[in-house]
Structures are given as structure tokens and as C-alpha cells.
């Protein structure tokens, strides 16, 4: 490959250079990668398997079909149960729950998670170390960060039901030996012990299927609980039909702390009739009622397994309707045959797995690799039914003649995940015309949708980013024209927008939170590669000129990026809790739970009821916020007349935010009548974070907080959260300074000019890289948490890949693991899981909205890849290994090169890259200034 001067990468739009389209910008008709036609086929006759991969002869499992590829049997080396327990990485989060995965079956890319929930699972879901468990639910997200799902909870039993499992759910669950739990792809079983009931789940794409065999008993039963999930008790229906049927709806959603919801159908068949039947609802069971409906409603199956033992049980779920949901059960498991249709779903999972290829290794790199495989393609989830229909985010049915799908963590999936699915998956297309489709019924692309609804969790326009990877890797079929009309009203339209203070981007050229100030640079950057390579050069031009805007917030002083004040966060009122407090019962809080209003509020998820809720350090969505009124005000009606003397106003510090941000100036006032108010307190330059005020006793019922000046910092532009310190997180996101300096990928030869040059660079990535998993509140690496993803390949823009390679390794070797706390942080939807593929194969996608791949060297002697446009890419590695991470030479289809990036769509219909590996860095390889990856300057 051609080498590149140094200079081009920092480019004009107007210049146009071989090889190097996404640099050069802006001008028109450059075009884009390789378009070669992402068609979702893959080449059967094309060869692989030959090179170095796994022996499928030897492993038991080699298939060939008709002169096609060897078919490997990998779902060997998958084990579920990494990642299910809290970290062992030598520096875990601290009170971090690991990878938070569930182990229990689904098909790839399921509607439905058939798995087992635990008492102390961390956010939900099943935890390792537990000792019980309470119950098979059939929705799960694979690592998200909040509670979620846990959606129609099933839990077989033996015995009486008292008393109601409505309200005494817990009675029910049931301790079990960790010996006797197996799980694998498309597999689980356990034997609860309590019970003396074997459980086995299997899986299809839109069905579970259970198998209990219980002690010989004539109170065998199937609770089915149609109120319960993991973000709380919800009304639900349910209706027993004859003898062998169970179906309902359940309301379910709340996803981190949101108030957004939706419906879930649901049919269940028993393989024989139940004796009797009967359903609850709160503390009361009803023997013999076949329908109930409310919150919290259920319903059970009873059997007489004295002489027959296994009760059978398969579930449909649809989010149209319980017909949809019959259909989908029909269509996907006919018959009773439960161990084909657990064979059925290893297969499809081995065929999925089998898109690579790697060589043997060490049998914990292949657990490691093909594990972490297996998460990547567990989100997101099948919507539409087998007949086409779908829940559209505009609350109406739909129907596509292709897949739909939902579940999109934007925040998290935009570092590494969005571009391996779209170089291996042929359901790719699908899957972003899925998050166009959902643009278009919302408004605006997916931000952090959880099933079809959106709610607005984590920050930046990860939409934009998401789809901007997704065609600049190659993946078509979807409306490419409407996708950018949508991401140019998030860029552009403060009223119509996924950013958060998006007037202040444009007119001040930073926000007020430093880390969200980055994600909008980025964004802007992804945007403009995206209008360039549909041609729209003016919106190249304009949006690459925003993605520098990032520099406004380096503050030479300290040497970081640091927040500034904004002009919306300088006037956002932030009240996490508001209790009152009257002398007759002193120690009862009259506002919990009454009816709020305000004069607006940031979000769906920050609204006034949030402000008397009970809590207040349940993070960001755990407040009442405005950032829009000119004169901002709260209330609550206590519902009747009451004595009061006392209030009690946790601000922004009491709910994690800075303390910098608690309301500065407010006065409460009172009311019998809500017409005419008496002020009660007035406070000026208010700096605690809990505040207390007494009053003389008074009558109230309602309750008023009028916002004077909203938070303690200075003006807008002032540099915020002084003095700053590089290990806080003040003014930023799940993260601070030292780690987010270097999310600038866009543009890392403008961060090392700040810096002082590459040398300066590397020795501050080298006090980075003193720890590997630091958590939040030190000042170094944290592979735990997506923003930092990247930082390791950094090291080859400053022209050090060898300190990369040995990072990566390192990383590999101390922060993954093949326990149950395998993980360094949670899986946030197969994200960190995508991380440690890429970085097994020797590739990296550093830089966002582009199909740069950074190249570090592979850990396997050999990969191939069957990628999902029908090339095949072999990745080679002699002498590769755990004690060689270094790149001694590279040939690229039998071409040297030092250069240390390629272009994913440059690679030839059958590409190589050949790789000689070795115990120490070769410093001449990939350090020259033409081998260094582009960076795109203003």
C-alpha cells in the first residue's frame, strides 16, 4: 500500500487523495469505501477454515456441506456464566457488579432472554454468587447498566400456595447447587434444591421452552407472575383458556428510572392438561378463577406428576398482540420435541460463531474470544413477528417484509460494537435500516431505545454515530436520505434534538459538561464523513468545522479538557428531593408520593414527580430538572390541608452531581388554596447540598419552590468545577479529566500540538496506563467503561504502536478472564465484549464515522473471517502468542507495508494480512510519520 505524506492528514475538505477519501474530507463525489455491495449472503464456495484454523475432526465437530467451508464446533469454548458475577479484575470498579450477563438461553439477535433471576443481581438478572433463585423470566439485556426486564417471571413449585406469591414472591424462589447448573448457547438447566425440580430452558427467536421434572407430587405447579419485573410491580391480565393454555399482557419498561413503558403479549401451552388451575392478585389467591388482571396479578398451572414426572411448558412473545404472540409459538415450536429444539438453537449459534475462524491457542483465549463472540450477537433483539408486524416508536403497528429490531444502547455501542456487526453480520442492513425506521416514526434516531420506546439515557447523538459507522463499513439497504435529514435535526434543531443543550454547541462551542462537549465533537465529526460520502459536501464542510470545537474546552492552565460553564447548564435548576416535614408526626415526609407540577422539565425521565419519589441517589434521572423557563418553579400538592414547619431540599451534590450545581438562590412559599401563596423561606447563596429549613408552624397544602439563580458557578464561559483535579468526575460523564483528554479520535494530531508534541503524548499515556481498570475516581485507564475504549491505540498516532501492542495485551491477559467475574465492567449490550474481538484479531475501529482500522497485531496464529458483504479475510500471525505481542512485519495480500492503519473497505474479495509476530517491539515498524493513522483537523 502507498505510503502518505504526514501533512495530507490534516487536510482541507476541498483536497481529494488516493486511498484517502475520509481525510480529505469534504469534496465532492469522493465517495466512500469500497461499496461492494453489502447483500446479507455470504460466499458458501468461497474457501475457508484451511489456514490455521481450529481442527473440527479433532474437537469432534467438523462439518463440510457440499464443498463448502468446514462448519467448527465452537460452541465448545462459549461459556455463559462469564460475566456474571461481580469483576475479578485485579481493579474492579469499585462496587461494581462485573459483566452483569444473564446465562440462560436466547437465539441470536432473540426477542426472547429465557434465563434465571437471583435475589442481588447487579442492576438485574442473574449473579453468580447468589445462593437462590427466584425465577425464569423471559426478557433480559445483556450488561446494561440500570435495571431492566425480568418480564413474566415463571418459577416451578411444589406445594400450597400461601402465602400469595402476589405479594410474597420470595417465598417461592429456590436455593440450588452450583454443581448442578449447565448452561451453554441455546442450553440451561439448574435443580432447585427447595423444590427438588430439574429446569431445563431452550430458546428460539421469538419462543422459550421449558422442561421441569418434579418430584413425584399431586401440587405440582407453574407460577406465572404477570406484574413483576426487575424495575418494578406493573398492572398485568392474564387468562387461563381450557386446560392447557395461559396468555395475558404485561405492562413493562422503566428502564433507568425512566417513566416510559410498553406492552409485551404472551401465550403459553402446557403439554398436558393441569388439574387445576387458579390465579391471585396482591394477597389473594383465587382457586379456580381463569382470568385476573391488575397489579400485582398472576396466575398457576397444577399437575399431578406422581406417575409422570416432566411438565412442558414453550411461551410465544409478541409486542402486537396475544394473535402475534400464538403465531410466533406456531411458527417457531410446533411439536414438543425440546431437545431438537435446544440442538436446533446450538446450531444456529455454532453457525453465527463460526463467521470466525481462529486457530487453536490456548483453550482460555478460545473460551475469552468466542464467548465474548457470543455477547456481541445477543443485541439487539428480533420486534417484528413472523408475520412481519411490529410496535412502532410512534406507538402504531406496522409490517416490513424484513426483520426489525430493537434495543440500541446508543452511548455504548458506538466505540467498537456498531463496527464489527456490520463487518460480520449479514443482518446488518436490517439492523440499521431498523434504527432509520425508528428515526423516522420518532422523529429523531435512536438515542438509548429500550424495546419501542426511547429513554434518553447517556448523552452525546449516538445515532448519528451509530449509523455513520454502519455506511462507512459498508452496510446499505436502508434510507440513507432520511437518515441524514435526521441526524441534521439533532445537529441542528435545539428543539428537535437527542443532544442536550445543543444552543450552547452552536453558539458558545461547548456545553456545560466537558465529556458531552467530546461526544458532540465526535458526533459532528461522524456527521460530516456521512454528508461526504452521500455527496453533500456543504454539510461536510460545516459539520467537520463544529467537530474542532472540542479545542474551546482545553484549558492550557491545567493542560485537560475541562468543563466550562454553559449557557444552559448555568440556568438548568436541579432539585433531587423535597420533603416537608409537620410537627404532629415529625419523622413522616407529607410531600412522598403527592402530585407535582413545575414549570417544565428537562426530560421524561427528570419530571416534578421525581422531586417526591423518595430517593435521591439514583442518579441523573432521580430529579426534577428545568433548563428551559425563564422563571422556573416546582410544587407539590400534599393532597389535604396539613400543619407544616419544616422543609428539607436535597440538591444537586445530595444526588451525585457537582456541588457546584445546587440551586444558588430560591425562595418556598405556601398555600391552602393554590391561588394565593405566603413566602415561607427565602435563601440566598445557598451552597449544601441538603438544606434544611424550619419555619414556624403554618397550615399548607400546597407546597412551592420558585428558582431564583439556579446553580453556584460562574458565568457562561468560566471554566467550571475549580480547582480542578484530574481524578474527579465533576463535569463529566462516568468518568474525569485524565481519561476523557483523549476522546478526540477524530483529531489526535491537534490534541498533541496542545500537548506539546508525540513525545509529550506518550509519556502522559504511559502514567495512564499505570493501572488498567481504575474505575472512575483515579486518574488512569479504566477498560471497564466504553469512553476510554480506544485509548489504547492513541499510542500510534504519537508514533509508539509498539506501546499499544503491549497495552492490549496486557489488557487481554490481566482484565478478561474465564471466571463468572470475567469481566472488567459491564457488557453494556455486547460493547465490551466487541472490544476484546477486535482486540484478539489485531484491528481496532478508533476513529468514528470512518472504516479506519488501527492495526495492533493478532493474539491467534490464525483467523479467518467470513465478512458479511461475502469477502473472506484471513488474518495470519507466525509466531503470535501470549508472550509475543509485538509486529515485527506485515504484508497485506503479500505486500510489506508499515503502515500501521488500512481501510476496512479497501480489503481485496479474499484479503490477507500476514503478520510475523515477537516477544519485543520492532521500532521501526508503523513509527515512521507516513505510517501514523489519519487525523482530521479543522
Not at 467537520?544 to 447548564?569: C, F, H, K, M
Request: charged residues 20%; contains cysteine.
Amino acid at each position: 500500500m502507498m505510503a502518505l505524506d504526514r501533512r495530507t492528514h490534516l487536510a482541507a475538505c476541498s483536497v481529494l487523495l488516493p486511498l484517502l477519501w475520509l481525510v480529505a474530507a469534504c469534496s465532492e463525489g469522493s465517495g466512500g469505501p469500497a461499496d461492494s455491495g453489502v447483500d446479507a449472503g455470504l460466499d458458501a464456495g468461497a474457501d475457508g477454515g484451511e489456514d490455521g484454523g481450529l481442527d473440527g475432526g479433532e474437537d469432534g465437530g467438523g462439518d463440510a456441506d457440499a464443498g463448502g467451508p468446514v462448519v467448527l464446533d465452537l460452541v465448545q469454548y462459549v461459556d455463559p456464566f462469564i460475566g456474571t458475577d461481580d469483576s475479578s479484575s485485579p481493579h474492579p470498579v469499585p462496587g461494581g457488579a462485573g459483566g452483569s450477563a444473564y446465562p440462560g438461553p436466547s437465539a441470536p439477535f432473540g426477542m426472547v432472554q429465557f434465563s434465571p433471576d437471583t435475589p442481588t443481581a447487579s442492576p438485574s438478572g442473574y449473579r453468580y454468587s447468589d445462593l437462590y433463585i427466584n425465577q425464569f423470566s423471559l426478557t433480559h439485556l445483556d450488561g446494561a447498566g440500570c435495571p431492566n426486564d425480568e418480564d413474566i417471571p415463571i418459577m416451578p413449585v411444589v406445594g400450597e400456595l400461601d402465602p400469595s406469591p402476589g405479594t410474597r414472591w420470595s417465598n417461592y424462589r429456590s436455593g440450588y447447587a452450583k454443581s448442578s447448573q449447565e448452561a451453554s448457547p441455546g442450553y440451561y438447566r439448574v435443580l432447585l434444591g427447595h423444590h427438588g425440580i430439574l429446569a431445563e430452558l431452550t430458546a428460539t427467536t421469538r419462543a422459550g421452552f421449558a422442561r421441569f421434572t418434579y418430584p413425584a407430587s399431586d401440587t405440582a405447579r407453574v407460577l406465572v407472575h404477570t406484574g413483576r419485573s426487575a424495575t418494578g410491580m406493573r398492572d398485568g391480565t392474564l387468562e387461563i383458556v381450557g386446560s392447557d393454555r395461559i396468555q395475558g399482557t404485561v405492562l413493562a419498561g422503566g428502564f433507568c428510572g425512566s417513566d416510559t413503558s410498553f406492552t409485551i403479549h404472551f401465550v403459553m401451552l402446557f403439554d398436558r392438561a393441569f388439574t387445576d388451575c387458579g390465579t391471585w392478585l396482591g394477597d389473594t389467591v383465587s382457586p379456580g378463577s381463569n382470568s385476573e388482571s391488575g397489579s400485582p396479578s398472576g396466575g398457576y398451572a397444577t399437575f399431578d406428576t406422581s406417575a409422570e414426572p416432566v411438565v412442558q411448558v414453550k411461551v410465544g412473545l409478541s409486542y402486537v398482540s396475544i394473535a402475534n404472540a400464538a403465531a410466533n409459538l406456531e411458527a417457531e415450536i410446533p411439536g414438543w420435541d425440546f431437545d431438537a429444539v435446544r440442538e436446533a438453537a446450538a446450531a444456529e449459534w455454532n453457525a453465527v460463531l463460526n463467521r470466525i475462524q481462529v486457530d487453536r491457542g490456548r483453550e482460555e483465549d478460545l473460551r475469552k474470544f468466542y464467548t465474548a463472540l457470543y455477547r456481541v450477537f445477543q443485541n439487539p433483539n428480533t420486534a417484528s413477528d413472523v408475520n412481519g408486524e411490529y410496535m412502532g416508536f410512534d406507538g402504531a403497528v406496522h409490517s416490513a417484509d424484513r426483520v426489525t429490531y430493537q434495543n440500541f444502547s446508543g452511548w455504548d455501542i458506538i466505540r467498537s460494537w456498531t463496527h464489527l456487526v456490520s463487518a460480520l453480520a449479514p443482518e446488518a442492513p436490517d439492523i440499521f435500516a431498523s434504527m432509520v425506521q425508528d428515526g423516522v416514526e420518532r422523529g429523531l434516531l435512536p438515542f438509548w431505545s429500550h424495546q419501542n420506546v426511547e429513554t434518553h439515557v447517556m448523552v452525546g447523538d449516538p445515532g448519528t454515530v451509530n449509523v455513520a459507522n454502519a455506511h462507512a463499513m459498508g452496510v446499505r439497504g436502508f434510507d440513507a436520505e432520511a437518515a441524514l435529514a435526521l441526524m441534521k435535526r439533532s445537529a441542528d434543531e435545539p428543539l428537535h434534538t437527542n443532544r442536550w443543550a445543543l444552543q450552547d454547541w452552536i453558539d458558545l462551542h461547548f456545553v456545560g459538561n466537558a465529556a458531552v462537549s467530546l461526544e458532540y465533537a465526535m458526533a459532528d465529526f461522524a456527521l460530516a464523513q456521512y454528508a461526504q460520502a452521500l455527496g453533500d459536501a456543504e454539510a461536510c464542510e460545516k459539520y467537520l468545522a463544529r467537530s474542532a470545537y472540542w479545542q474551546e474546552s482545553w484549558n492550557p492552565a491545567d493542560g485537560y479538557i475541562e468543563p466550562r460553564v454553559g449557557g444552559t447548564g448555568a440556568y438548568a435548576a436541579r432539585i433531587y428531593e423535597f420533603e416537608v416535614f409537620g410537627p404532629d408526626d415529625p419523622e413522616t415526609n407529607l410531600a412522598l408520593g403527592g402530585s407535582a407540577t413545575a414549570s417544565a422539565a428537562c426530560n421524561a425521565s427528570e419530571g416534578p414527580d421525581k422531586a417526591i419519589n423518595g430517593t435521591w441517589t439514583g442518579g441523573t434521572s432521580d430529579k426534577w430538572c428545568d433548563n428551559t423557563s425563564q422563571d422556573k418553579w416546582w410544587q407539590v400538592d400534599l393532597g389535604s390541608v396539613q400543619r407544616v414547619d419544616r422543609f428539607v431540599v436535597h440538591h444537586a451534590g445530595a444526588g451525585g452531581e457537582a456541588t457546584a450545581w445546587n440551586t444558588q438562590d430560591y425562595d418556598i412559599s405556601i398555600s391552602v388554596d393554590g391561588s394565593a401563596f405566603t413566602t415561607a423561606v427565602e435563601v440566598r447563596g445557598n451552597s449544601d447540598s441538603a438544606a434544611t429549613h424550619a419555619i414556624e408552624e403554618a397550615d399548607a397544602r400546597f407546597v412551592r419552590l420558585d428558582i431564583l439563580t439556579a446553580i453556584q458557578g460562574g458565568a457562561p464561559g468560566a471554566w467550571d468545577c475549580q480547582p480542578f483535579d484530574p481524578a474527579a468526575e465533576c463535569g463529566y460523564i462516568e468518568g474525569n479529566g485524565a481519561q476523557y483528554v483523549w476522546l478526540v479520535p477524530q483529531d489526535m494530531e491537534g490534541l498533541f500540538t496542545l500537548m506539546g508534541g508525540h513525545e509529550q503524548a506518550a509519556v502522559r499515556l504511559d502514567d495512564l496506563f499505570t493501572e488498567l481498570n481504575a474505575g472512575t475516581n483515579r486518574p488512569y485507564f479504566y477498560i471497564g467503561n466504553e469512553p476510554e475504549h480506544g485509548t489504547p491505540w492513541t499510542y500510534h498516532f504519537a508514533g509508539a504502536p509498539g506501546k499499544t501492542q503491549a497495552v492490549v495485551r496486557r489488557i487481554v491477559e490481566e482484565e478478561f478472564h474465564t471466571d463468572p467475574g470475567g469481566l472488567p465492567g459491564n457488557d453494556d449490550l455486547g460493547s465490551t465484549s466487541a472490544w476484546l474481538v477486535w482486540a484478539y484479531l489485531g484491528l481496532y475501529p478508533v476513529i468514528p464515522g470512518t472504516d479506519v482500522l488501527v492495526i495492533h497485531g493478532p493474539a491467534f496464529r490464525s483467523a479467518e473471517l467470513k465478512l458479511a458483504d461475502g469477502r473472506r479475510l484471513a488474518i495470519r500471525g507466525q509466531g503470535a502468542g501470549s508472550n509475543a505481542p509485538y509486529i515485527q512485519s506485515l504484508q497485506i495480500d503479500g505486500t510489506p507495508t508499515t503502515r500501521s492503519w488500512l481501510r476496512f473497505g479497501e480489503l481485496s474479495e479474499a484479503a490477507s494480512l500476514d503478520f510475523v509476530m515477537g516477544s519485543s517491539p520492532n521500532a521501526d515498524w508503523g513509527s515512521g510519520e507516513a505510517d501514523l493513522p489519519p487525523s482530521f483537523g479543522p
